[in-house]
């Protein structure tokens, strides 16, 4: 493969990228307003979805790429000669504008830099959980007692979470601990952690601002879909409330931005929910509309290697 | 962060429950020939850190642990690694509550009224 090729490939992966990621950023408010009455659980899976698209859009870019050299989209290259360049593993330009070396570099650092983070994060979770593990007081089924004086209570853990809490928590009263412990375990069964480090990745094709943006929306989405499952489990949603207010007053630090005013307000809204469609079904309708649009991929393909001349590729 | 000074003062509250200056001093201050003011020194940091209390008794202060050793190690652990709220905004970590929002009091004393509201309602089950 030749540099130019794979300079032009990159950049190509990161226009499209960053233009699909304009465009969910674009899409934010409006689809926020529209997931206003569905469940917690039903955004949190619609706002991962988001965090994929710029991914799809770039996969979209192999397909056009290789799919020609692969017999798997027609071959239109001799029908352009030399009249744009060639975004085709089988007709590889030689030499690119150095001008792309902007967007492709901009992508390969994100994807390097999280991927490098993820990692860290996972190693870190490892080292984390043996320290905590090592200074824990009690264990009680499945639960961590640690000698900690801050109610509080977490899950640590990407594929099988270790549910933590303080030994202040257990003080409290018994119904205040059955809804933080079943919020908890809401988070474990669901392994929203690792969901959060899987977005995390995906997130490496959106643009800063706008990842950052759905990060936050998918762990407050996360946050509240526990909240819903304890309200659910222990069959009242003002009591999960009152847990949260009763532990967040107990916190020491009050600072930074967390989302307890709208959990709390979300546990208390009484406007009937509906659920969000399945992540399957999702996946599969996303899944779906790429496979058509990837039998048009030669017209999409020329289109952006039109836009690359444009740019001056 | 504690030093090695503080640490070997505050095994010995743990293991006595209180001392003065003095007694600490004869305790862990004589053996390593320093004087009285520096062991002194030490537990007036331990009490501007919060890990020891004290109580005026005649014209010497008593100090005494505030928390106990397995609290302060797993206190210590935490914090080495960025405590729960660090670690909770890394995406280490899920926590029940992880920040609060600034100066947000006045918030939660809404929110208390909006709860005690829905209670006094009778408000349970959710749609």
């Not at chain 1, 640690?146 to 899950?155: H, I, K, S, Y």
């Not at chain 1, 601002?209 to 526990?226: C, F, P, S």
């Not at chain 2, 003062?9 to 003065?20: P, T």
Request: proline content about 4%; aromatic content about 8%; charged content about 20%.
């Amino acid at each position: 493969m030749s540099w130019g090729f794979a300079l032009l490939f990159v950049a190509a992966c990161a226009f499209v990228a960053f233009a699909a990621s304009a465009l969910s950023g674009a899409m934010i408010i409006p689809v926020e307003r529209a997931l206003g009455r569905v469940r917690a659980h039903g955004r949190a899976r619609i706002w991962l979805l988001f965090s994929f698209l710029p991914l799809f859009a770039s996969v979209l870019v192999v397909v056009g790429a290789f799919g020609p050299w692969m017999g798997l989209t027609p071959d239109h290259c001799a029908t352009h000669f030399e009249e744009h360049v060639h975004l085709c593993f089988g007709h590889q330009a030689r030499s690119a504008s150095l001008f792309l070396i902007l967007p492709a570099s901009a992508l390969a650092t994100r994807i390097a830099q999280r991927f490098l983070r993820a990692a860290e994060r996972v190693l870190r979770a490892r080292r984390v959980r043996g320290e905590l593990l090592a200074v824990q007081t009690a264990t009680v089924g499945d639960v961590h007692v640690l000698p900690l004086g801050e109610a509080n209570a977490f899950v640590l853990g990407y594929w099988s979470p270790t549910l933590f809490v303080s030994r202040a928590l257990l003080e409290r009263p018994a119904s205040e601990v059955e809804a933080v412990l079943a919020h908890e375990r809401a988070h474990a069964d669901r392994r929203d952690p690792l969901r959060r480090l899987v977005a995390f990745l995906a997130l490496a094709f959106h643009l800063p601002g706008i990842a950052d943006a759905l990060e936050r929306r998918i762990g407050v989405a996360q946050e509240m879909a526990a909240d819903a499952h304890a309200a659910g489990q222990i069959g009242d949603p003002v009591r999960v409330a009152e847990a949260l207010l009763t532990v967040a007053r107990g916190q020491t630090a009050h600072r930074g931005h967390g989302a307890i005013p709208e959990r709390i307000i979300e546990l208390l809204n009484e406007t009937p929910q509906y659920g969000g469609p399945p992540l399957r079904a999702l996946f599969a309708g996303v899944a779906f509309a790429f496979m058509t649009v990837a039998l048009g991929a030669g017209a999409v393909h020329h289109m952006l290697e039109s836009a690359l001349s444009f740019l001056g590729a | 962060m504690l030093g090695a000074l503080e640490e070997a003062v505050l095994d010995h509250l743990w293991r006595v429950g209180e001392a003065d200056v003095q007694e600490t001093h004869r305790a862990v201050g004589a053996a390593r020939k320093i004087s009285v003011n520096t062991v002194g020194s030490a537990l007036e940091r331990l009490y501007k850190k919060e890990l020891v209390g004290r109580k005026k008794v005649s014209h010497a202060y008593r100090y005494h642990p505030t928390m106990a050793e397995a609290e302060l190690r797993a206190a210590r652990v935490l914090a080495a690694v960025g405590g729960i709220r660090g670690l909770s905004r890394e995406g280490i970590l899920a926590a029940f509550v992880d920040l609060v929002g600034e100066s947000d009091d006045h918030a939660l004393d809404n929110l208390e009224m909006l709860i005690a509201e829905r209670r006094a309602q009778g408000g349970k089950s959710k749609a």
